[in-house]
Every structure is written in structure tokens, then in C-alpha cells.
């Protein structure tokens, strides 16, 4: 059961988002999964989550496996074979090619956050954003932890120069890992 700040955040997150298709790669996750998809469940509290792209790389562990368990229990799973380990970034494009609604949320499957956190706090900025603070602003900056600092600052100045130079009234990037791209740009 929602309480009424869980629901004000699922009714921002379905007015921002009406659709959304989540697409992740994965390669020897196996020990990962499990605390992934429990993630994605609470997830779908906030968000209208109609696709579930998974993407195996060519995994040597039981990481197909268990993701093709997980799609005959879930109709909105969809799993792709890469046949590269190495390519994990050809994996994220193959799921995008197959993302059918209008927003994709690009995320890791190796669990170095919490997702349905992270989206969660992502909300409340937009929310004390537009509704506290009276501001139209959809922009939300975000680091990923447990990472050098050179990779933070590299982080903070690409979020910096995609505000600069893509900044629109529709555009959204949180920037770092997860990201919600509008489909349409990325296809």
C-alpha cells in the first residue's frame, strides 16, 4: 500500500513519464540479479514500467539462465543474446533498437546503487523543484558512487555541457547511471 507522498511521487512520475521501458546489460551477473529485479519491482511504484529489455553479453555464468526464467514470469521481458563479452555497450544499443514506448531508462545491472532509490530522489528534486520551489526545471544531476574523483569530475562537466548545449523544455538526462532518455532522441 502507497502512502499519499508515494502516491504524489507516482502521480509526477507517471505525468513526467506516461511510459517507460527499462533496458539493462548484463554480463556474468549472475550474483546480481536476484537484488536487480527486486528493484525493479519497487521501482514500478513510481514509474509505468510497459518493457523489460534485458540484454546478455555472452555471458559465461548463469546469467541466461536466470534471465530467461524471469521473462516466462514476466509478459514485459523481452531477453537478447550478444555474442560479446566485451561489447557491453553494443548491448545497451541492441535494447534501445527494441525500446517500443516513449521513454527508455538505461541502467546497469551490476547493482552499484539502488535504482528504485535513485529514482525515487529523483522525483522528490523534480517535485520540490516544480511544485515547492515553482520552478519548470526536469534537470536532475546526479554521481555515481564509489567512483575515482577524476571520474566524478568528468561526470559533473558532461551533466554540465549537456545542460549547456541540449537544454530544452522535454529534455531530461541524469546523466551517470541510471538515465531516462526521451526513445525518439536515441533511436
Known amino acids: 500500500m502507497l502512502n499519499n507522498y508515494e502516491l504524489i511521487l507516482r502521480d509526477l512520475g507517471l505525468k513526467i513519464f506516461p511510459e517507460i521501458t527499462l533496458v539493462s546489460s548484463f554480463f556474468n551477473e549472475e550474483a546480481n540479479i536476484q537484488n536487480f529485479w527486486s528493484q525493479i519491482k519497487k521501482l514500478e511504484k513510481m514509474l509505468n514500467i510497459v518493457e523489460i529489455i534485458f540484454v546478455n553479453n555472452a555471458s559465461s555464468d548463469n546469467t541466461l539462465k536466470i534471465l530467461k526464467t524471469i521473462e516466462k514470469k514476466d509478459y514485459r521481458v523481452k531477453v537478447i543474446s550478444n555474442n560479446s563479452p566485451s561489447n557491453y555497450s553494443q548491448g545497451f544499443a541492441n535494447g534501445i533498437k527494441n525500446s517500443n514506448s516513449q521513454y527508455t531508462l538505461i541502467t546497469h545491472s551490476d547493482c552499484q546503487y539502488n535504482l528504485d532509490e535513485a529514482i525515487r530522489y529523483w522525483l522528490e528534486i523534480i517535485y520540490k523543484k ?17 567512483r575515482p574523483i577524476h571520474l566524478r569530475i568528468n561526470t559533473f562537466l558532461n551533466c554540465s555541457l549537456t545542460r549547456f548545449f541540449l537544454f530544452q523544455g522535454r529534455y531530461i538526462d541524469f546523466f551517470s547511471q541510471p538515465k531516462i532518455i526521451l526513445t525518439s532522441l536515441i533511436k
Open 130 to 146: 516544480n511544485v515547492i520551489l515553482n520552478k519548470n526545471d526536469n534537470t536532475v544531476f546526479s554521481i555515481r558512487l564509489n
